[in-house]
């Protein structure tokens, strides 16, 4: 069974410009959520998607993050303008939903966003 | 706020020794589920161990155990016997009720051969 996948692994890109963030969460798993970590900081949620829809965003820093997921499957986070302080790993996870809860989210490799 | 903590920075022991990872953590909620997860130089994060926070019991995952004291809020992972493969970044993480993870800032740890 395939595991969460993230594209790219690495982004360079320049203070104002866009980026586009792709992950393919486990077959199946109707739960997908983004974090990112900052260095040095902790890994902080950043949103959580129950198939198509947005269950909670409240870890979202601010508009310029847009995240979609299209029909339930693979999801994307747009950073546009990108700002320094959006440096960091952006990390996806998914999980699937089961009775009683504890399910283990799986996360993705990371993508390593540097923003100069 | 929901918060946890590793107080340790970074670590280094030697292979085939025993280290423990400390883990605090903060909640006024009842039912949660707490977690150490493992991210090798590679990056892919995987999970270590789980324990849910109603069961008295320590969770143990072959060389991986952990001491969940409740009332103190604390929650440290035990590696016996530690591989060069355990190298790695730990994270302390804490479930809660709406799915979210906090997580600690991490523990660098170093098995040298």
């Known amino acids: 069974e395939a595991g969460v996948t993230q594209f790219p692994s690495h982004s360079v890109i320049e203070k104002g410009q866009t980026v586009t963030l792709r992950c393919d969460p486990i077959?199946?798993?109707?739960?997908l959520y983004w974090y990112r970590r900052v260095m040095g900081k902790e890994i902080k949620f950043l949103l959580h998607?129950?198939?198509?829809?947005?269950?909670?965003e409240s870890g979202m820093p601010n508009n310029r993050f847009l995240a979609e997921r299209t029909g339930g499957t693979y999801s994307t986070l747009k950073v546009q303008p990108a700002e320094l302080e959006d440096s960091g790993v952006y990390f996806c996870a998914s999980s699937p939903t089961e009775l009683g809860g504890g399910y283990e989210q799986y996360f993705g490799p990371g993508t390593r966003l540097t923003v100069t | 706020a929901q918060t946890v903590t590793q107080s340790q920075p970074e670590m280094s022991v030697q292979e085939a020794e025993t280290v423990t990872l400390s883990c605090t953590y903060d909640?006024?909620?009842?039912?949660?589920?707490l977690f150490w997860y493992k991210q090798p130089p590679s990056r892919q994060m995987i999970l270590v161990i789980r324990?849910?926070?109603?069961?008295?019991q320590n969770a143990t995952e072959n060389r991986f155990s952990v001491n969940f004291q409740k009332a103190a809020k604390s929650f440290s992972l035990k590696i016996s016997d530690s591989q060069l493969g355990d190298t790695a970044m730990y994270f302390c993480a804490f479930r809660r009720g709406d799915d979210k993870i906090i997580f600690g800032k991490g523990t660098r740890l170093h098995i040298l051969p």
């Open positions: 077959s199946g798993h109707d739960n």
């Open positions: 909640t006024s909620e009842s039912n949660y589920y």
């Open positions: 324990q849910e926070a109603y069961k008295q």
């Open positions: 998607f129950v198939k198509e829809s947005k269950q909670d």
